[in-house]
């Protein structure tokens, strides 16, 4: 019979709730701020001649409706530099900021992370109030954006990653993980609403929200369970050279059971106080078993997802000649499938105990699948909407598979020997390395479009390809780990 709960963990399991929920709603305020970009573009320069006639009379019939500077043929190189500098900014900040999330508080660190975040997307949309026509006030407003907006991933994750333990934690966290995608489509609603009347307000609509968003988090998020006294997850313990991390014992048992002693138990025991463990290093980081393999995994994947998240809308623009707000519209069908492909990739990798075979046989899957979907996604709005959530789910599934549970469990690897403050660290280096990804994906496309999108989706299913070929030695770790299992089982192996 299992032990009454003591009131200080029906606390902990609702403050959990509240956690998760914080963490959720907290970024998909991120990801709804850096969305409507993408839905603007195609507003930015549209094709004037299919409007009503230009009433300067202006010779230039075809684009006197754009907005300068965006209004030459140079557009697409253009656009490219904007989500270039948001991406390159976001790539190197993300480094800097796990540092900064081990030793700063998160809920100062993260709320005001998420006010700044608010303010400059919404500075972007006061340009066309103040009708403001120079490309440097977009790309010093689009760098100093993607600076403040690397406290969110990091912070969320440690602060998720302290009051959860391994247990069902792919199937949590890819539940929790499509903030990401949630996120997405809100932004591409939101901003498709004043996206043909007052761009502007496609993107100081979103930064009221993330940085209010920001405000509640400051009053509301609990980093620790200590902080409220409640019992932390396992990985939290301090575990002595003479101990076993008791993680590794019942990684598969959960947070609350252990081997030979109930928790509740071992918590009640006397315990000499540990001494704080000092915050892991970047090169320490870096020898975590794993942990370059799936950044450079991510770097690959990432740059597929961002450059759907970035042109798909004006791709479906171009390509199917949809209006902007039915393209952006039609475009969240993608995300659609990312919250699909994510829960179902954190399912799968609990159930074989295999992230990274998951993470490769999407990633095979998604290659041929994007193919697919350049050639005959465009047939029919069926097929469209079939294509999307299909190459969504296979495109994201790997990259949020990646950013949540492999990056928690990482974070808190036998290695460290119950050490906790490292998640943060690990957070950053593996998602750093994918925002390069990020950044090189759109800046690729801007060059790459005008030769035809073919070669853009031609590009897109090589990186699929590398990101395969990059986990490639951890797949094969845990497939001879399956093997060994079966072996033993079956009595072929002396245990």
């Given amino acids: 019979v299992p032990p009454t709960l003591t009131p200080p963990l029906a606390l ?12 959720f709603l907290c970024y998909t305020s991120y990801h709804l701020s850096r969305k409507p970009i993408s839905i603007v573009k195609s507003q930015l320069h549209p094709n004037c001649s299919a409007l009503s006639p230009n009433p300067g009379n ?13 209004d030459g043929d140079n557009y697409k190189e253009l656009f490219g530099a904007l989500d270039n500098a948001f991406l390159v900014a976001y790539a190197i900040g993300m480094f800097i900021s796990g540092i900064f999330g081990e030793r700063l508080p998160l809920r100062y660190y993260l709320s005001g992370g998420m006010v700044l975040s608010g303010l400059f997307t919404a500075l972007f949309g006061l340009g066309y109030f103040w009708h403001i026509h120079v490309l440097w006030y977009f790309i010093v407003v689009q760098v100093c954006n993607g600076l403040v907006q690397t406290t969110g991933w990091p912070s969320v994750v440690a602060c998720v990653g302290n009051w959860f333990g391994k247990g069902k934690r792919g199937l949590i966290m890819g539940i929790w993980n499509s903030h990401t995608s949630v996120g997405n489509i809100l932004g591409s609603l939101i901003a498709g609403v004043w996206v043909s009347s007052a761009w502007g307000l496609s993107f100081i609509v979103p930064g009221i929200i993330i940085a209010a968003m920001g405000i509640i988090c400051f009053f509301f998020l609990v980093e620790y369970p200590e902080d409220v006294g409640c019992r932390p997850p396992l990985h939290h313990v301090r575990v002595t050279s003479n101990e076993k991390d008791p993680e590794v014992v019942t990684s598969n048992e959960g947070p609350l059971s252990i081997t030979g002693q109930s928790s509740m138990d071992r918590s009640d025991s006397p315990t000499e106080p540990a001494e704080e463990p000092e915050a892991i290093s970047f090169l320490g980081a870096l020898r975590i078993p794993g942990v370059v393999e799936f950044s450079l995994c ?4 990432k740059l597929v997802s961002y450059t759907f998240l970035y042109w798909l809308p004006l791709y479906i623009v171009n390509v199917a000649h949809f209006s902007a707000k039915e393209a952006g519209d039609l475009s969240t069908l993608f995300d659609v499938g990312g919250i699909l492909g994510g829960i179902f990739a954190g399912l799968i990798s609990d159930y074989t105990g295999g992230r990274a075979t998951t993470c490769c046989v999407m990633l095979v899957v998604a290659a041929p699948m994007l193919f697919l979907y350049n050639h005959v996604g465009q047939n029919s709005i069926g097929t469209s909407i079939a294509m999307l959530v299909t190459c969504g789910a296979l495109v994201n599934g790997p990259y949020a598979l990646i950013t949540t549970a492999v990056s928690a469990d990482l974070g808190t690897h036998e290695s460290l020997k119950g050490n906790a403050k490292a998640l943060s660290t690990v957070t950053a280096i593996i998602d750093g390395t994918g925002s390069i990804g990020a950044a090189l994906g759109p800046l690729l496309a801007g060059l790459i479009s005008p030769t035809g999108w073919n070669n853009v989706f031609y590009m897109l299913i090589v990186a699929d390809v590398l990101a395969c070929l990059l986990l490639a030695r951890v797949v094969v770790k845990e497939v001879r780990g399956w093997c060994s299992h079966i072996a033993r089982k079956r009595g072929y192996v002396r245990t």
């Fill in 12 to 23: 902990s399991c609702r403050y959990r709730g509240l956690t998760l929920v914080l963490t």
């Fill in 298 to 301: 991510l770097l690959f994947a």
């Fill in 58 to 70: 202006d010779s230039n019939s075809s684009t006197w409706c754009s907005w300068a500077p965006f």
